[in-house]
């Protein structure tokens, strides 16, 4: 399995600066969008019932 | 009719699945971890964006489109371009095949099990055929377009004339938590999933009977959960599970392996039920489930004791048992969810 430490030799501080942002802004970003997306869904179903 | 569209689709589940891991692990080096890490991006977290966009434009034919871009994937020269390409196309199609099998199921959770269980013989055998001396990109070409013929003859989308049979698979709790606890145990168990002990995996014959078993396993944890209801099933296949996977022997963990893919329909038809309009959000809300499990793994290096991930498997029960319905569903046929197939 991929780890961290594995991605560290490719380019050492570029691909472990570019996980840590994938991690803490491109995740989050994609949950908060599901959870938008969820909302929503939920708001029109209430709507409409 | 019905099930001649759930078999086509099936059959280019197995194929767009084989001719990603065909993608991914031909060629003169095998993809590296962040081409990986890219591609399951690509590929699982992203379908939920996906499937909206399905939901609202019903008429959009996502898993011709989905095969469509495999088959572009396929013949792009540059690595990295192919594999996103591949990755979006792997997206597309699941989110296609996802929404015929939730809306032509009749209420029944079996064609969507079905459905997404031949996914995983398609990953396995990707692999293993890229990396055998046999391997050529004339197969997956083959598969593909055999794929796309069968989906533009049978699998195209059609003009809705009557509304789907609800599901009737979450239970009586908010919407809310029900949609937070399904997704929470399914990405408990893809953490878990991947923390397992895996030693015994070792050769073709294995590996291909470890996708044969998970196949099985997504496959009658559907029809079972129609005939016996959602926890009768999951609840004691994700224990037995927890036991069986932790023994590091191939047969304990094959049948471990069929019982913990079980539960997979069970989630999926959990959020679908209290989404009914929402099939695409649904289906991709879980597979972004699952990618989020995987993500923890990033940073295992020493590999999570046994008892750590039977406990997971275990919670992942108690979640299931919170969102999913007790006793076998009844079809609901009043109102807006007649139907008179």
Redesign the interface.
């Known amino acids: 399995m991929l780890t961290l430490l594995d991605l560290a030799p490719i380019v050492p501080i570029l691909a472990v600066g570019i996980l840590l942002l994938f991690l803490f802004v491109v995740v989050p970003g994609i949950v908060f969008l599901a959870v938008f997306l969820i909302r929503r869904a939920v708001k029109k179903k209430n709507k409409g019932e | 009719m019905r099930r001649l569209t759930l078999a086509v689709n099936c059959f280019s589940h197995f194929a767009v699945d084989f001719c990603c891991f065909y993608i991914l692990f031909a060629a003169d080096k095998p993809a ?3 081409e ?2 890219v591609y399951n ?1 690509l590929a699982f ?2 379908q ?2 996906v499937g ?1 966009f399905c939901d609202a434009h019903r008429r959009f034919p996502a898993s011709i489109v989905g095969v469509f871009l495999v088959a572009v994937a396929l013949v792009l020269p540059h690595r990295t371009f192919s594999i996103c390409t591949a990755a979006l196309g792997n997206a597309v199609f699941h989110i296609g095949g996802g929404i015929d099998s939730l809306t032509d199921a009749l209420g029944k959770m079996a064609p969507v099990g079905i459905f997404v269980s031949t996914g995983a013989l398609g990953v396995s055998l990707g692999t293993l055929f890229a990396g055998s001396v046999y391997s050529t990109w004339l197969v997956p070409a083959v598969l593909l377009i055999i794929s796309g013929v069968l989906l533009a003859v049978f699998a195209m989308p059609h003009k809705e004339t009557e509304p789907p049979v609800a599901f009737d698979f979450a239970s009586p709790l908010p ?2 938590a029900v ?1 937070v606890a399904a997704l929470a145990s399914i990405c408990i168990r893809s953490f878990a999933g ?1 923390a397992a002990p895996a030693e015994w995996k070792t050769g073709a014959m294995l590996i291909f009977l470890a996708s044969l078993a998970a196949c099985l396993g997504k496959a009658l944890g559907g029809v079972l959960a129609d005939r016996f209801g959602p926890r009768a099933v999951g609840i004691p296949a994700l224990i037995m599970s927890s036991v069986l996977l932790c023994i590091d022997t191939p047969v304990t963990a094959l049948a471990g392996l069929l019982f913990f893919n079980m539960t997979m329909a069970i989630n999926l038809s959990a959020i679908y039920s ?5 099939p695409g ?1 649904s289906f991709g ?1 879980t597979t ?1 489930a699952l990618y ?1 499990g995987t ?1 923890p ?5 020493n590999g999570i004791p046994v008892l750590v991930v039977a406990a997971l498997i275990v919670l992942s029960a108690a979640l299931t048992y919170i969102s999913s319905k007790k006793g076998a569903p009844r079809l609901k046929t009043g109102g807006n969810n007649a139907h008179s197939a």
Do not use: H, R, S
């Open positions: 590296d971890g962040v990986f890490l991006t977290a992203l939920f964006i909206a919407m809310g949609i991947f209290v989404l009914p309009e929402n959000l809300l972004l989020i993500l793994m990033l940073f295992a290096k």
